[in-house]
């Protein structure tokens, strides 16, 4: 039986704004990729968000970027191999803190926004990423672009790497994504992110949905919907 992960960036907002659409859509993924206080969130979104996902039993990851509050981790800029490293490290220890404090267990590591960009093309940064996810916990899942440098890094580090792929995404023939600055980087219907979806999901480990999208959850409840109505089961990948 066919099985994929969905799973969604989540915790990106401060812990003192009220209305974010994690508990909403933490019904409709088996994962969580919580934002670890560099790029968005801080220690009480991390704290709130990781008892909402056990609560709800969906797996946990973190999502560490690139400091970079202001411009949400999506402004890339030149760093050292070595840095990579440690603000990983640094991130993957600030979650992995929080879920071992509320009785759970850190599932995977899915970089964010420019830094995931960056180390799917620069194999010294990949392999500085992988690096720093073994070195944390080598049982940590690897979510990284298919076929992306990230991938084969996390391969000859040891690591099990879940491809991803992205419903609400366009390609490059090449199988980068586009960047998000092109007009049509975005796919806004639902209908065509759900094709997409089925499509994809034939060749990928998960599934990411933007949960800062204004179409998020609509998006993961039809695409979940989708592909159960397709057979094929929704779970994370560590349960595989």
Known sequence: ????????????????????????????????????????????????TVALALRKGVAIGAHPGLPDLAGFGRHERAIAPSEGYQI??????????????????????????????????DAALA???????????????????????????????????????????????DGALVPRRAADALIVDTETAIAQSIALAQHMDTLCIHGDGPSAIPFARGIRQALEHAGITIKPPYST
């Open 88 to 121: 990983t490290v640094y991130q993957l220890g600030a979650l992995q803190a929080f879920v071992r404090a509320a009785g759970g267990q850190l599932r995977h590591v899915k970089p964010h926004g420019a830094l995931y960009n960056m180390a799917s093309r």
């Open 1 to 48: 039986m066919k099985t994929i992960d969905i799973n969604c960036d989540m915790g990106e907002t401060p812990g003192n704004q009220p209305g974010s659409p994690d508990e909403a859509l933490l019904d409709h993924v088996s994962s969580a990729n919580i934002a670890c206080g560099f790029h968005a969130g801080d220690p009480q979104r991390m704290a709130l």
């Open 127 to 173: 392999k500085a990423l992988a690096a720093a996810v073994h070195d944390v916990d080598p049982s940590l899942i690897l979510y990284a672009l298919a076929g992306s440098a990230l991938a084969s890094a996390g391969r000859a580090q040891g690591l099990r790497v879940a491809a991803e792929g992205f419903p609400d995404r366009r390609y490059l023939p």
